[in-house]
């Protein structure tokens, strides 16, 4: 899991960096336009709209694209897609299993763009319940360190329903039931501490071990994947240790 955790975070973070910031930025867009849409355009009143937003703003895109998206979703401007999420199963090389959110307003296009993706890079398609049951629904907050001890934080949101926290390197992973994300969220803003993101995620209950080799090739599928334009999330239950994330990411 660790392994996982810390290369999609130093992925992230590199992607607000480079050439890949505009999907990105489409990616957290669309994540706002369906809260709002789900859930109402008042980030007060919907959990959902505030952490897709507070992800946005962490990720530097422009209040004034987020301020549109939150009102296209609300239904206060014209133009909000019809978007649906669709979630796709199958195996990465060395066997990892992946699941494939796209959040897209045309099914066909979807589903052919995943497959294509997957058998271009040694993966394929798995049907549906084949792989899901390899993953738990879990809500993820990921906060910076700022000097915080993994005692500071868990004194904050352990009354909350927090049940683990992991260190990431520059982050804390706080997990805990997806129904605790927002009381969880709240305990960290009462204690004063800064998060970087909350939101549901799924976590895999068993784990495949990489070397280099094999974590390479499962790299280039999900990054492949990730660059699909109606793929939102990828989660995958590869494990790879610090060494062979430098090795593989060289």
Known sequence: MS?????????????????????????LIKNIEVAARMGGGDPEANPTLYD????????????DNIERARKRGAGEEAGGADWQTIMYEGYAP???AVLIECLTDNRNRAASEVRTTMNRHGGS?????????LFNRRGVVLLPKNGLSEEDVLGAVLEAGAEEIE???EQYEVL???GDLVPVRKALQAAGFEYDS??????PSVNVPLDSE???????LIDALEDCDDVQNVYSNFDVSDEVMEQASA
């Open 176 to 178: 805990c039931e997806p």
């Open 198 to 203: 909350a939101e549901p995620s799924f976590l």
């Open 3 to 27: 392994g996982h955790s810390k290369w999609a975070t130093t992925k992230h973070k590199k992607a607000a960096l480079d050439a890949k910031r505009g999907k990105l930025f489409a990616k």
């Open 214 to 220: 094999g974590a390479r090739k499962v790299f280039k």
């Open 167 to 169: 260190d990431l390197g």
């Open 125 to 133: 398609m798995a049907d549906a319940g084949s792989v899901s049951y």
């Open 52 to 63: 897709a937003i507070q992800k946005a703003r962490k990720s530097s895109v422009p209040q």
């Open 94 to 96: 060395n066997g990892v």
